[in-house]
């Protein structure tokens, strides 16, 4: 079974507005941790947000922020004030607990690739 | 940034050679990675390493294999490389905490003829 679904294979925004990436994930562990990374054409991975499952507030970091429903499942990316430099893929990612203890892997989702239109 | 380095850059080689992607970090990082991903797709891990003379294979079923006799250094090896190989390979490594995010090198984009 899917672990991390990210059902948007591509998304489009205008220049200077907000989008919102969605990712949801499938886990028994009680604590884990949601992890945003961002893949540009270049092809390195670049971490953007960090949130962990006990975490009360939804993580913030400049214009990223990650709205998480636990109930739901889903921790969505929103990058708000959209540049063109954010066109790339991003990736949804999760650590689990069982896997923090069997070397702290991340497991990715399949990505949505964004294109930031002028 | 994260100062970890991954050679070559991009490689073309015949089917049968022998290869070794390198990987280095010197951030001192305990915990390391070696992911594939195929063009636009998600990561899959292939190897990981505790530390120094601790490997283990990972989610994805790799013909190639990895060392680690020094914390710095994770190379990753296909004895005989054949098109299935094609791919693009990311290294990654990790302070080791919970909330620790993966720290990637900028990957090796190998292509087998």
């Known amino acids: 079974a899917q672990k991390i679904t990210q059902t948007q294979p591509g998304m489009f925004v205008q220049e200077k507005e907000a989008v919102t990436l969605d990712c949801t994930y499938d886990?028994?562990?009680?604590?884990?941790?949601l992890f945003w990374y961002k893949q540009p054409s270049s092809g390195e991975m670049i971490f953007l947000i960090y949130?962990?499952?006990?975490?009360?507030q939804n993580a913030t970091e400049g214009r990223y922020s990650l709205n998480f429903q636990k109930a739901r499942k889903s921790a969505n990316l929103v990058i708000s004030a959209s540049q063109l430099g954010d066109s790339a893929m991003y990736f949804c990612?999760?650590?689990?607990?069982?896997?923090?203890?069997?070397?702290?892997?991340?497991?990715f989702g399949q990505g949505t690739e964004l294109s930031v239109k002028p | 940034e994260a100062d970890i380095y991954q050679t070559p850059r991009y490689l073309v080689i015949g089917t049968g050679k022998k290869i070794t992607l390198e990987c280095s970090q010197t951030?001192?990082?305990?915990?390391m990675y070696w992911y594939q991903q195929d063009p636009g797709m998600e990561l899959h891990l292939i190897h990981y390493s505790y530390g120094v003379n601790s490997t283990e294979k990972g989610d994805l079923s790799s013909e190639s294999t990895v060392s680690r006799i020094r914390t710095e250094h994770f190379p990753l090896t296909l004895e005989s490389a054949r098109p299935s190989h094609t791919s693009q390979y990311l290294c990654a490594s990790s302070v080791g905490g919970y909330n620790s995010p993966l720290h990637f090198g900028n990957g090796t984009r190998l292509t087998v003829t």
């Open positions: 886990t028994s562990d009680q604590s884990y941790g």
């Open positions: 990612a999760m650590r689990e607990l069982t896997n923090y203890n069997q070397g702290g892997k991340l497991i």
């Open positions: 949130q962990g499952s006990y975490d009360e």
């Open positions: 951030m001192g990082h305990d915990k």
